[in-house]
């Protein structure tokens, strides 16, 4: 992991859940972290949590709808920093509606962030990477839905399979583009079962141990689990891209 330290990572959606253990623990391992959320305060008082780690946090307000935003993160990266070595595609969410009563306004705002500022970032980052010669690494937090469909939560899980079959679809075409052009940086796909994290308070669903009789025992991965994963996939060299790596929670029973 030597080799980490001092490099650039952005992490999108780094104020709360996966993002934010996943920042925190590559502090921790020495890399200047750009956060990118919407919510500047908690992204704030992150920076000033980890004041005393190795390495560096910035946060930047940036809502991953708003393609200008996203350009000016990345805009502020390439003139504050000195390239982009690694890029976690990780905010997500999703709506608790349907595709038969569902509001199109809701559909587009998970469509809007799971696919298109995923695509934007990876856009932005790639090119910084190749300008600087930089054989980066880009990870997109996936999920199970992502390859099969979910079905006790069909009711109500409406466009986000569709997405996250999208992002699936997005590594391993972004990969075969980069081949192409004879690239050396490596695109992951990381699929998480259920985690523990505010994703379906966010969607509307209440609680995560509340209402919804799928999620009420189920087992839960921590977000930890999932930085470790990452911690992991920037442990091989660079000769080996991990194209998708799958965890669920022992027992997961969808
Ligand atoms: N939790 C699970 O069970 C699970 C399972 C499989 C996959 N995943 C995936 O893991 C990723 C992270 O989810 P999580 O569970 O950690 O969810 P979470 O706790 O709800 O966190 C979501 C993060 O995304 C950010 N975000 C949401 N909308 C945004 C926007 N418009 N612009 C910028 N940032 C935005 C949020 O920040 P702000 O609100 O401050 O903007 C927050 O930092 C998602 O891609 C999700 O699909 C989660």
């Not at 190795?54 to 000016?72: Q, V, Y």
């Amino acid at each position: 992991m030597e080799q980490w330290i001092g490099a650039v990572a952005v992490v999108t959606g780094a104020s709360a859940g996966i993002g934010e253990s996943i920042a925190i623990e590559l502090v921790k391992k020495g890399l200047k972290v750009v956060g990118l959320a919407r919510r500047i305060d908690r992204l704030n008082k992150l920076k000033e949590d980890l004041k005393n780690e190795s390495g560096e946090f910035h946060p930047i307000k940036c809502d991953m709808t708003i393609e200008e935003d996203i350009l000016a993160a990345f805009q502020w990266t390439r003139n504050n920093l000195s390239g982009v070595n690694l890029l976690v595609n990780n905010a997500g969410t999703l709506r608790n509606t349907s595709l038969t009563e569902g509001k199109t306004s809701d559909w587009k705002t998970v469509i809007d962030l799971n696919l298109l500022g995923l695509c934007i970032a990876t856009r932005e980052a790639v090119k910084i990477m190749t300008e600087k010669n930089i054989a980066g690494l880009i990870i997109h937090i996936n999920s199970v839905a992502g390859h099969y469909p979910i079905s006790s939560m069909a009711s109500q899980i409406n466009v986000y399979g569709a997405t996250k079959y999208g992002v699936t679809n997005l590594a391993e075409t972004l990969r075969l583009e980069l081949a192409a052009k004879k690239s050396n940086i490596r695109v992951t796909s990381l699929s998480p079962g259920y985690v523990k994290t505010e994703i379906l308070e966010a969607a509307g669903f209440g609680t995560m141990k509340g209402t919804d009789e799928t999620f009420k025992d189920a087992p839960t991965l921590e977000p930890l689990d999932i930085s470790n994963a990452i911690l992991y996939l920037m442990s091989t060299p660079p000769s080996v891209n991990v194209t998708e790596l799958t965890i669920r929670p022992t027992r997961e029973t969808f």
